[in-house]
T-cell receptor
Framework: KQEVTQIPAALSVPEGENLVLNCSFT??????LQWFRQDPGKGLTSLLL?????REQTSGRLNASLDKSSGRSTLYIAASQPGDSATYLC????????????FGTGTRLLVSP | SQTIHQWPATLVQPVGSPLSLECTVE??????LYWYRQAAGRGLQLLFY??????ISSEVPQNLSASRPQDRQFILSSKKLLLSDSGFYLC??????FGQGLDTFGSGTRLTVV
């Protein structure tokens, strides 16, 4: 059974810092990995999708890497801003049968001005 | 472009009352559809998924049911709500071909059972 873990559970940084969020998964037989952002009381917004054959994806100040063999992904946020404050969720798709998304419990990020 | 609509945004229902949450997708055909629940302080739990009209798979035994009467319509129901059904319910869709792209989520329904 796939399990996804995110570290740290919470992170507080001053504006302008570069930061890394970590995601690990137990079964390396994944189809793809996605990073999402969730603002309080809102739905999920998809940030990046990395296919299993890819090593990284970039969107603006965000860069996500994938090391499938070691079961790890990182989300790098450059020059953090207060508007980046949210919960960040990692999810992997894979396994046998129907390929469901399995979510981590998230990292709650607070960026202070 | 594809959009997903979910309603209502907020719902307060008494214990024992029925429930119906609706989700519709526009701009795509034959999507995979999902219902998730997010309890306070907990992660996202997949409740149901559907790969086609009338095809529903349940992930966990519970007091809820789902139906897909049309290709782009997904409904979450209950005949009698329990207090434990309270939570944040999210509908989502993904392309039928998983290699095509992202999972897209609706804005959610906050259900409080009193």
């Amino acid at each position: 059974k796939q399990e996804v873990t995110q570290i740290p559970a919470a992170l507080s940084v001053p504006e302008g810092e570069n930061l890394v969020l970590n995601c690990s998964f137990t079964d390396s037989a994944i189809y793809n990995l996605q990073w999402f952002r969730q603002d309080p009381g809102k739905g999920l917004t998809s940030l990046l999708l990395i296919q299993s054959s890819q090593r990284e994806q970039t969107s603006g100040r965000l860069n996500a890497s994938l090391d499938k063999s070691s079961g790890r992904s990182t989300l790098y946020i450059a020059a953090s801003q207060p508007g980046d404050s949210a919960t960040y969720l990692c999810a992997v798709r894979g396994g046998t049968g129907f390929q469901k998304l399995v979510f981590g419990t998230g990292t709650r990020l607070l960026v202070s001005p | 472009s594809q959009t997903i609509h979910q309603w209502p945004a907020t719902l307060v229902q008494p214990v024992g009352s029925p429930l119906s949450l609706e989700c519709t997708v526009e701009g795509t055909s034959n999507p995979n559809l999902y219902w998730y629940r997010q309890a306070a302080g907990r992660g996202l739990q997949l409740l149901f998924y559907s790969v086609g009209i009338g095809q529903i798979s349940s992930e966990v035994p519970q007091n809820l049911s789902a139906s897909r009467p049309q290709d782009r319509q997904f409904i979450l129901s209950s005949k009698k709500l329990l207090l434990s059904d309270s939570g944040f319910y999210l509908c989502a869709w993904s392309p039928g071909d998983f290699g095509q792209g992202l999972d897209t989520f609706g804005s959610g329904t906050r259900l409080t059972v009193v």
